[in-house]
Antibody, heavy 121, light 110 residues
């Protein structure tokens, strides 16, 4: 069955960096765009960014643009989120989510369980 | 302030019907299909509706979606205690070139 497993979360100081990973299995990874979505404590879902199935396009939320970078390795069925210049407001559970199609704009039909990132001194 | 506007909370008794609204604009809902998700704390969100009105396999027909103009709605009929959760609408915004979520609606089954 479709499975997405996030890893790499933890505690980091403001201004620091962290790299999250998402390991995919149970489907043809290269057929789907993959998104990152986060939920800060007590807040709603917030979209972070997306990478198309072939990696040719990436889009980011304004709140992370210029600080976060999404990449993927279709040969290893993995997705990464490099987070730089972290702020307290980046504290959240980070989910990777599969898009139904190869590009963004359809819907997220499978989600991982999430990994917690805490930005604190 | 979310681009898509949802009521913060709705409530109804078991067996009743509830409607959750999602209001957007001509740069998002009017142009693109809407999806709806159910999210219970501590779990992964679940896709309930895609393409504004389609249900993935395994989602009961108690859940239905519709869209008109710049608004979308999620209807839940025959409410059950297990339906208590947060519900989010989502679509693409062409002006932002970004996915946008509603602020979420907390459903309470009385």
């Amino acid at each position: 069955q479709v499975q997405l497993v996030e890893s790499g979360g933890g505690v980091v100081q403001p201004g620091g960096s962290l790299r999250l990973s998402c390991a995919a299995s149970g489907f043809t990874f290269s057929d789907h765009a993959i998104h990152w979505v986060r939920q800060a404590p007590g807040k709603g879902l917030e979209w972070v960014g997306v990478i198309w199935s072939d990696g040719s396009n990436k889009y980011y939320a304004d709140s992370v643009k210029g600080r976060f970078i999404i990449s993927r390795d279709n040969s290893k069925n993995t997705l990464s989120l490099q987070m730089n210049t972290l702020r307290a407001s980046d504290t959240a559970i980070y989910y990777c989510a599969r898009d139904r199609g190869p590009v963004a704009g359809t819907s997220f039909d499978s989600w991982g369980q999430g990994t917690l990132v805490t930005v604190s001194s | 302030q979310s681009v898509l506007t949802q009521p913060p909370s709705v409530s109804a008794a078991p067996g009743q019907r509830v409607t959750i609204s999602c209001s957007g604009s001509n740069s998002n809902i009017e142009k693109y299909p809407v999806s709806w998700y159910q999210h219970l704390p501590g779990t992964a969100p679940k896709l309930l509706i895609y393409h504004s009105h389609q249900r993935p396999s395994g989602i009961p027909d108690r859940f239905s979606g519709s869209k008109s103009g710049t608004s979308a709605t999620l209807d839940i009929a025959g409410l059950q205690a297990g339906d208590e959760a947060d519900y989010y609408c989502e679509t693409w915004d062409t002006t932002l070139s970004a996915v946008v979520f509603g602020g979420g609606t907390r459903l309470t089954v009385l």
